[in-house]
């Protein structure tokens, strides 16, 4: 079964007090309010003047929920060629790897309906 992305989020505190900062916080509160294409928004002004890594984390779960897959692919493998061999690019590969099923999973239903 395929975890919610949300859940594990939340659960992974050390990664919202590691993006806890003045730049993340207006990111952070859009995104705590799911306020997604706000959160989007406000990451992609962000990235125009940072090179975080953390940065494409949070971008790839903000694609996540705007049901962009391979946006949010993208995204994380952004953050684990930028991260490599640490805890949180753990966390990148699961979510990609759910990225990627869910991305499968569309383009399968698609092909039925097509048939339909």
Do not use: W
């Amino acid at each position: 079964m395929i975890r919610n992305l949300d859940e594990s989020f939340y659960q992974e505190d050390y990664v919202i007090k590691k993006l806890n900062n003045n730049y993340f916080e207006d990111a952070l509160l859009k995104y705590s309010v799911k306020d997604y294409e706000g959160t989007k928004k406000e990451l992609l002004s962000i990235l125009k003047n940072s090179t975080d890594p953390d940065i494409y984390y949070l971008l790839g779960l903000t694609e996540y929920h705007l049901n962009s897959f391979s946006s949010s692919i993208k995204y994380f493998s952004k953050f684990i060629e930028l991260k490599p061999s640490t805890f949180e690019c753990g966390f990148c590969y699961l979510h990609r790897g759910e990225c990627y099923l869910l991305l499968e999973n569309l383009i399968m239903l698609k092909m039925i309906l097509f048939m339909l």
